[in-house]
């Protein structure tokens, strides 16, 4: 029997490369793994539905979904998440010592939609009392490369967000002090989206992490509200879907696999010499903190975590309602 050829856009993680190197094969499934920056493949799929199945930011799919402008469904697989509010940097001199400092303040972040800007402006109220409107906000990406703009998306009325000038970043930004703190992004992730040639911290003289220990602060946040939080989501055409309903099931099965080879992996590493000097140590402390598996996928383990990340959405006015479950995610995946 042959099998139906699906396209999938996604990064190079560590828990998908068997996918991507073909030695986990999607049951029923040949599929062709395109690896690209997230935000492209984001504002890709959003605006034109370019490939079958894809890497999507959770932020925009849920803004996208309740809409009606995403005609493509999750399934519980979350690729990507990260402890976006511990690596804030801040400028020394503006006078922030702690998050709830960050009042009154300018913050930067890539574009105000974004997932890890959600997610930040969550915990910064929740954990630390600073709403949205008591921040003034900066973007660095440009209008017309923003991925919300696939979407059309419109900042809520409530907030203040400027737009950084061209022949600046971010990190230069904060280095002149003409913003008081901003999120490094990643320089992995870098596009043509992103003009920042820097991450900060190291060689930074005028910027500071706003955690002494953004590792610590990251292990308290966990330990107090079990939120590993979530920045993508795997994500299929609904016109595939329709006519194949299987495929859902088929890739869940094929990425939990390939993540499972992906622990196994760093198993095998810890039977053998090897350059990481405290390896071992890392790997158990990884265990102790998250337990074996620090990236669950299905809906039974993250069901609490996917409500934390609605209702910020909802309450900072991305989304019209609280999104469910059943909103978002394809009905055969829904009991995972």
């Given at each position: ?7 999938l856009?996604?990064?190079?993680y560590?828990r998908?490369e ?5 030695e ?23 605006k034109?539905?370019?490939?079958d199945?894809?890497?999507?930011s ?5 803004m ?5 402008k995403?005609?493509?469904?999750a ?6 998440r ?10 020394v001199?503006s ?8 009042k ?15 997610w930040l402006r ?5 954990e ?15 209008p017309?490369?923003k991925?919300?703009d ?7 009325p409530?907030v ?13 930004s ?12 990643p ?22 992490p706003?955690?002494?220990?953004p ?6 946040y966990?330990?107090k509200?079990?939120f590993?939080p979530i ?5 299929i055409?609904d016109?595939?879907?329709?006519e ?7 890739l869940?099965?094929a ?19 090897t350059?990481?000097v ?5 790997v ?12 669950p996928?299905?809906?039974?383990e ?14 900072q006015?991305?989304?019209p309602?609280k999104?469910v ?5 394809f009905?055969?995946?829904?009991d995972?």
């Amino acid at each position: 029997m042959s099998r139906l050829r699906l396209s999938l856009s996604c990064p190079s993680y560590d828990r998908t490369e068997a996918l991507r190197t073909g030695e986990v094969q999607p049951e029923g499934l040949e599929l062709s793994y395109v690896t690209m920056p997230p935000a492209d493949a984001h504002a890709r799929m959003l605006k034109y539905q370019e490939f079958d199945a894809s890497d999507m930011s959770m932020s925009f799919y849920l803004m996208g979904k309740l809409s009606g402008k995403t005609p493509f469904t999750a399934i519980p697989v979350f690729p990507m998440r990260r402890f976006f509010h511990s690596e804030v940097i801040v400028n020394v001199d503006s006078g922030i010592k702690t998050p709830s400092d960050l009042k009154g303040k300018r913050i930067g972040v890539q574009e105000y939609g974004m997932t890890l800007a959600l997610w930040l402006r969550g915990i910064l109220e929740h954990e630390f009392r600073v709403t949205p409107p008591e921040v003034e906000w900066y973007v660095e990406r440009n209008p017309g490369e923003k991925v919300g703009d696939s979407i059309g998306f419109k900042a809520p009325p409530d907030v203040r967000i400027n737009q950084l000038k061209p022949e600046t970043d971010l990190m230069t930004s904060i280095e002149n002090h003409e913003i008081d703190a901003a999120f490094p992004y990643p320089k992995i992730w870098k596009t043509h989206r992103d003009r920042s040639n820097s991450t900060g911290g190291v060689g930074q003289r005028k910027t500071r992490p706003l955690f002494a220990d953004p590792k610590q602060e990251s292990i308290r946040y966990y330990r107090k509200t079990g939120f590993f939080p979530i920045n993508h989501v795997i994500v299929i055409k609904d016109e595939i879907l329709k006519e194949n309903p299987w495929v859902a099931l088929s890739l869940y099965e094929a990425f939990l696999k390939a993540k499972e080879i992906s622990y196994a992996k760093v198993e095998a590493k810890l039977r053998e010499p090897t350059n990481y000097v405290w390896l071992d140590d890392l790997v158990n402390e990884v265990r102790e903190i998250f337990g074996a598996d620090p990236y669950p996928y299905g809906l039974k383990e993250n069901e609490n975590i996917l409500d934390a990340i609605a209702t910020y959405s909802n309450e900072q006015g991305l989304t019209p309602r609280k999104a469910v479950l059943n909103d978002l995610f394809f009905y055969t995946t829904l009991d995972l």
